[in-house]
DNA sequence: TGATGTGAACCCATTCACAGCC
DNA sequence: GGCTGTGAATGGGTTCACATCA
């Protein structure tokens, strides 16, 4: 894996699950003309408290003025540099299906910086087919998609019984990210360092009013690891 | 509030939120005939490790054998009892819209211990109309429905603005746990000590496959405490 | 022998409290 | 004066490792 030119500096998994929801608070704040905000503030609208929030926020380095507060401009930029939303992250949807489709055929994805790269089934009579304006292509092409438009994230779009298998090819293909629609809980390999993120938010932020329940594994940075086949 | 008559052994968060995975599993070999478990055998099947499945169950008390491991009715029982599923727990729904409707009438609650004591709304419209067998009342009867019923848990089933205030009137009135269904975070006020469960879990003990992303919040034994008015 | 039950060590997250700076 | 940034204290959860016992 190559070495992003990352911030040497690491921040804790409790921290990045909060982050979406300061980034959202400060969305709203910006929709209002709200230009400066104090931890305390911040704090009372995450409902958490305002130790933390700086705490948090210290982490992705020293972006407050003492005795002001926070500029709600800047503070937003670095939150998204921050969890990767100022760049596209391609995406391989697997699963051809209903849920698959939808997926694909909506055109939210790329809009909001997760195009789609592929699409990859394992029944003959789908492969083939356009979805989306993507073609669907086999599900033993994964390795070739993924290396090929540097997809970092997986989209398990298949059924219960089928998930783990389908995440164990995904990991094995090289994504660092799993977004699990099947109705399971998934794992993956030992040796794999994986984050799980609260997909929710994440939607929340993107605009999305997602009901289903999906889960989100993030590789954490630095510790990339590949299962070997 | 009254000291129920609890063991004074004090379970960790992590722990039980972990019982309904365990608890799962134990269903499945009993289905499969299976009577006797190890702890290692238990943590492969739950995807945790054996030294945490062993933590967790000596929490509820020393009902392993050593050198042989776990009998799989005995624990069932022992787990059951601890997450209060051998009793039934009244409900009451405040919302009688398309949510607090759909989850009166079902009737699923009822079977699986959970029947519905009462449905509460505001809407005067919808006063007095009978739904899932059950006459919605006013609001304002809440505190009454919960004594009288001896109701410890409310359900929300209101739009996601109205959520909050629902929750505070369902503390209130003595509610000790909440089951959200409104597509936001509520809070209790401090003093207030609850406990979060995983309820997509909780669900699936219960035979349900729901979607819905919902949070509960469970009174902790023992710190029962109610808000002033 | 083999698996439980558990003290102890370790790790991570939260909270406190205050020094430092605008 | 006010608010940030952060060491230190605290507490919970996980893991280790082994005494204990059927």
């Known amino acids: 894996m190559p070495m992003a030119g990352r911030p040497q500096r690491r921040i804790p998994e409790a921290t990045v699950s909060r982050l979406p929801v300061y980034l959202r608070i400060l969305h709203e704040l910006s929709a209002a ?6 931890s305390e503030q911040l704090a009372e609208l995450g409902g958490v408290n305002a130790a933390k929030v700086r705490k948090d926020l210290s982490y992705l380095g020293t972006y407050g003025v003492r005795g002001v507060g926070y500029e ?13 939303l100022n760049h596209d992250w391609p995406v391989v949807i697997v699963g051809a299906g209903n849920l698959g489709q939808a997926l694909s055929g909506y055109g939210g994805f790329g809009q909001e910086g997760f195009p789609v790269a592929g699409v990859v089934d394992v029944d003959p009579s789908k492969i083939g087919s356009v979805i989306g304006g993507v073609r669907v292509r086999h599900i033993d092409e994964l390795p070739q998609i993924v290396a090929s438009r540097s997809v970092a994230i997986g989209v398990i779009a298949v059924p219960a019984l089928e998930a783990q298998e389908v995440a164990d090819r995904l990991v094995r293909a ?3 990210s799993i977004l699990n629609f099947a109705p399971v809980v998934i794992s993956v390999p030992r040796g794999v360092n994986v984050r799980k993120v609260d997909l929710a938010l994440e939607l929340q932020i993107l605009g999305y009013h997602e009901q289903s329940r999906a889960t989100m ?6 510790s990339g690891e590949s299962a070997s086949a």
Do not use: C, K, N, W
Request: hydrophobic fraction near 35%; aromatic fraction near 8%; charge should be neutral.
């Open 72 to 84: 709600v401009r800047f503070l937003t930029y670095q939150i998204e540099r921050e969890l990767g």
């Open 217 to 222: 594994m993030r590789a954490i940075p630095g």
């Open 33 to 38: 003309e709200t230009h400066q905000i104090s």
């Open 174 to 176: 090289g994504v660092t």
